[in-house]
């Protein structure tokens, strides 16, 4: 075993790297002991396990907290923190490069993990020789993550990353991080989703060794894990629906993209598991309390696992075309790798166990009315619109793989298709919270005239904008269907949903006494509020969300002018006035200059200098100038330079450096010419190319005589990355928000985009609401089994 993790060590092994061998080596001998302690029905290897998960945790602990040191203080020797961090990054940001790309995201989802299987190790209340497999699988999922790393390691050197660079070579400066991940919402939404993620290991492995203890016809520890796995599963989508929350706030308010939500493959992954962890929520809660779902439950807790892994492989495998996606390499390979194992392992056995048993015989209530089949009805759901976003992902693949035709989809599909099912949750939700209540006639009368209402609002159309699409003769007949339904359709079903679930709480809360049954109940209610609330939102800014153009000229006499620049929409519906324009580069030439220590440290063949000259002279022709009383001299021809002694310069030049052998009289001569050569109150031109170019602009916007907006806009140039960002400017009223961006500014001028997004804040308060909800439910429960 040993010899097979030191195979796979990299040719330089650092401090690092080798807490990554450790935890490799030592996680995957506490899966293999506690495995056997499992087959062996044994606990004599109680001491060992402990010593093993132990160590595995706590190196890669060190490894995730060195990284961080490294990266605090600048060691670009790691070619991971060079490619990922630089000096001019605020604390925050260069926290955010730990987890920037492949490995370091690995090294913490790995780290967070461990944390949480060796928990369950080391935790009194989860012993029992049925819980050694459960945390087998979990250690043996963090041994996986921990060999992925010893294949691609965030701590290779730089001289080992990158051919041709000299033995100890330090690099004055990194390469900066990716421009989009410079924003507070991005530093926070990777480890919320990796917390998240790591939570949700032990469910799987419990998932999967109830069925193999089914097998074996041997007690299963599910239902004693259950209640410490339900609280799992809701802190895990608590944190996931929090990171979804984050991600589209980012691409919202952040990059300009204009909208909070695109279908992009990286979205509609996470989305996946957040749908089949609410179904698998659902389904544990009712087999808790009712025993129903005593198979699906444990398949369905399996089974999210492998969906976060499927998550991952769109945004590292490289097949998935998306903003958001990494390049494939080693943890690529990888993360495939434990998705097909997971994946057949939660899908493979309760498969098997229920083809050869003859189903889940659980249920015995088989009233098409009763609360046991509604509630099937909303758990398929919940798989049906995973299912919708999994093949809208796949299908593409599956075509180009079959065909060689690229073909894509787009966002039709998946609003087109979810559409009805949606509908359909929102009334037979309504009519479970009615049935809950004992009030049958009434369900029934109210979800009979729910529907006629919704299928009557479904023809209601006032205009073309409230069909839900412009279906094509050719296209599937369900979009035909469903596209030339009017938004109207979702809102007596939304309104029913949320007014029962409101009747639910009154009728359940009132009279009772307890305030852990009403913080329970208050969530209940907030989760199920909130998702009709951000239903509702969410269609009508799909359809109604409205765009115009405008183009601004001649900026750079903004500041000289009194009068602003007043240019009109295309459409003539605003008017922008322009009252301000100003650009800064980041950094100037000034602060772009390398001391004279530096230049013989940076090994650049032009570096740009900047020192006081302290001594002249001319050698052999040539004008030659000491800087700052060093071994670094800048050089030139006499009859093109000139230096003084005592005057501060900038300088552009190619390098020559000598070895302490050569008797030349420097460590180093620059020569340079009058073109780029200057003094610091009068740099020269074009010798430098700033990291950012920032343009900003003074905007107000009327429609009509009424201010709709007014603020600054940016727009952000990365030179070093080819990049562009954007700081839009956003108005938020109750109704709605004005959203204006720029497409591209500079002196010249600029384009803009004003969109108007109707009931965009409600949005944001319907999650918000639905977090807050799982939050009481969480404490609700939590005080309620310590009364």
Do not use: C
Request: aromatic share 10%; net charge negative.
């Amino acid at each position: 075993m040993s010899e097979t993790v030191l195979s796979m060590v990299p040719a330089s092994l650092t401090a690092g790297t080798l807490l990554i061998v450790i935890a490799a080596f030592t996680g995957t001998l506490a899966a293999a002991l506690l495995f056997y302690s499992y087959l062996a029905q044994t606990d004599e290897l109680r001491k060992p396990i402990l010593l093993t998960s132990g160590i595995a945790t706590v190196s890669l602990v060190i490894a995730h907290l060195y990284l961080t040191y490294q990266f605090i203080v600048g060691d670009y020797t790691n070619a991971y923190v060079y490619q990922n961090s630089a000096d001019h990054l605020d604390l925050l940001y260069k926290v955010t490069g730990v987890y920037a790309n492949h490995e370091g995201s690995i090294l913490l989802w790995a780290t967070l993990t461990a944390i949480v299987a060796t928990y369950t190790v080391y935790s009194s209340r989860f012993q029992g020789l049925g819980s050694r497999l459960v945390q087998s699988l979990s250690l043996g999922v963090v041994a996986t993550f921990a060999f992925m790393l010893v294949t691609q390691s965030p701590f290779t050197p730089i001289e080992v990353a990158q051919s041709g660079v000299p033995d100890n070579y330090v690099p004055a400066d990194g390469s900066g991080i990716n421009a989009l991940l410079i924003d507070p919402w991005m530093a926070i939404h990777p480890p919320i989703t990796f917390a998240s993620y790591a939570l949700l290991v032990v469910p799987f492995a419990l998932g999967v060794t109830h069925f193999v203890s089914l097998f074996r016809g041997q007690d299963s520890v599910f239902k004693e894990w259950l209640p410490s796995m339900i609280i799992w599963l809701r802190v895990s989508w608590l944190l996931l629906t929090a990171a979804i929350l984050f991600g589209a706030i980012w691409a919202y308010g952040v990059l300009g993209w204009g909208g909070f939500w695109s279908w992009d493959p990286v979205e509609t992954a996470v989305l996946i598991p957040w749908l089949w962890l609410t179904a698998t929520l659902h389904a544990t809660n009712r087999y808790s309390k009712t025993g129903e779902y005593k198979l699906f439950a444990p398949a369905a807790a399996a089974f999210v696992f492998p969906l976060i892994i499927f998550a991952t492989t769109v945004v590292r495998s490289g097949v998935f075309r998306s903003v958001h996606s990494f390049a494939a390499g080693g943890i690529g390979a990888g993360v495939l790798f434990l998705m097909v194992v997971t994946g057949i392992l939660a899908i493979g056995l309760p498969l098997a166990y229920w083809l050869l048993n003859g189903g889940d015989e659980s249920s015995t209530d088989r009233n098409w009315l009763s609360h046991g089949t509604i509630f099937h009805a909303v758990v398929l759901s919940f798989a049906v619109l995973a299912f919708i976003s999994v093949w809208g992902l796949l299908f593409p693949v599956v075509r180009s793989t079959i065909t060689g035709v690229e073909v894509g989809v787009g966002q039709d599909h998946y609003n087109l298709w979810s559409y009805p099912v949606v509908v359909a949750m929102l009334i037979v939700g309504g009519l479970y919270a009615l049935l809950d209540m004992r009030k049958r006639r009434l369900a029934i009368g109210a979800t009979v005239a729910i529907t006629l209402a919704t299928l009557v609002a479904a023809f209601i159309a006032p205009s073309g904008n409230w069909y839900l699409s412009d279906p094509a003769a050719h296209d599937p007949i369900v979009y035909r269907i469903v596209g030339n339904m009017s938004v109207l359709s979702i809102v007596p079903p939304a309104l029913f949903f949320a007014g029962t679930w409101a009747a639910r709480f009154v009728s359940r809360a009132r009279g009772v006494p307890s305030r852990s049954f009403q913080m329970r109940e208050a969530g209940i209610l907030l989760i199920h509020v909130g998702a009709a609330v951000m239903i509702i939102a969410i269609s009508f800014i799909y359809l109604f969300a409205a765009s115009s153009s405008a183009v601004v000229v001649g900026l750079e006499d903004v500041g000289d002018n009194p009068e602003p620049i007043v240019e009109e929409s295309d459409d003539g519906q605003y008017t922008i006035e322009v009252t301000g324009y100003e650009s800064e580069t980041t950094p100037d030439v000034e602060d772009a200059a390398l001391s004279p220590e530096d230049v013989l440290t940076a090994y650049e063949e032009n570096p740009l200098v900047r020192g006081e000259i302290t001594a002249v002279d001319q050698i052999e022709g040539t004008a030659v100038a000491q800087l700052d009383g060093t071994d670094v001299w800048v050089a030139g021809d006499p009859d093109s330079v000139s230096f003084e002694e005592g005057e501060e310069i900038i300088a552009l030049g190619s390098l020559f450096q000598f070895d302490s052998t050569e008797d030349v009289g420097a460590d180093a001569y620059i020569y340079t010419n009058a073109e780029n050569m200057g003094t610091v109150a009068d740099p020269p031109s074009d010798v430098h190319t700033p990291r950012v170019i920032d343009h900003q602009m003074d905007i107000t916007v009327y429609e009509g005589d009424n201010e709709v907006a007014s603020g600054t806009i940016a727009a952000q140039d990365h030179t070093d990355s080819q990049m562009n960002t954007n700081d839009p400017l956003i108005q938020r009223g109750l109704t709605g928000d004005t959203y204006i961006v720029a497409t591209e500014i500079d002196e010249i001028g600029a384009g803009l985009t004003i969109t108007e997004y109707p009931l965009a804040n409600q949005i944001w308060l319907g999650v918000i609401m639905g977090m807050v909800g799982m939050v009481l439910l969480l404490v609700g429960d939590r005080r309620r089994d310590t009364n």
